[in-house]
C-alpha cells in the first residue's frame, strides 16, 4: 500500500524564449510500499525514446511511462529493502516537441546503430493516460510533424545526414541534402529506406500556425 506523496525534487531554469517554445517537463514518481511516494519535475528540450523493442512512436511513448520496478530499494526511513516502482509520467508539453529517437545504442565496448523500421504518424496524439494527474497542458496533445532529421549509413560512428520539412506556403515537403534541395512525397518522408533511419522528429502544436493547421 502507498502513502501520500510529496515532490522532492524541482530542476528550474532559467526562463527564455528556447524554452518557452522547446521546453516540457516530466514528473518521475517513484512508489514505495508502507511508505510516502516521492516525485521529481525534469525539464526536456527534447524527449528520449528508447526504439529498440517496439515498432511505432505509439510504442516508444508508451514505453517511456512504463512503471518500472525497482530492485535492492532501501527506504531512507527504515534502512531496510522495500517493494520499489519509478514511473514516468508528462507533465507540461511543449509548443514544440523534439522527438530524439534513441538508434545509437552506446555500450561499454563501444556503439552500434540500430537499423529497423519505425512507424512515425504525421498527425500524433499524446494520448491522456501517458500525462500526470497534474499536467499543465492536457488540451495541447495534438501535434503535426514539420521536419525530420535522418541518419543514413550502417555505423554509429560515421554517415551522413539531411532533413525533410514540410513548407507550409506551397503544402509540400523538401528534402535538404547539403546543397540539394528536392521536392519528395509525404510518403518517402514517413517510410525511409535502406540505411536510412529518423533521428529527430519535429512536431509542433496544432493551432499555433494557421486557422486549420
Known sequence: MFQ???VSKRTVFEK???RAIFGGQLRSKIMRAGDVSTENIQPFLTLQLNVDKVKTIKEALETLVNREELEEWTSPNTNEVVQAWQQLMLDVLPVILI???KFFDFKPDGCTKIIKAL???VNLEIESRL???KSQT???RYYMLFAVVYHVGDKATRGHYFIDAFQMEHS???RFDDATITTITEEQVLKPQDTQVPYLLFYRR???IGRNN
Open 172 to 174: 509540400c515537403w523538401l
Open 119 to 121: 512507424e512515425f504518424p
Open 4 to 6: 501520500s506523496c510529496s
Open 99 to 101: 522527438l530524439h529517437l
Open 16 to 18: 527564455t524564449p528556447i
Open 131 to 133: 500525462l500526470s494527474s
Open 206 to 208: 496544432r493551432g499555433t
Open 138 to 140: 492536457p488540451e495541447g
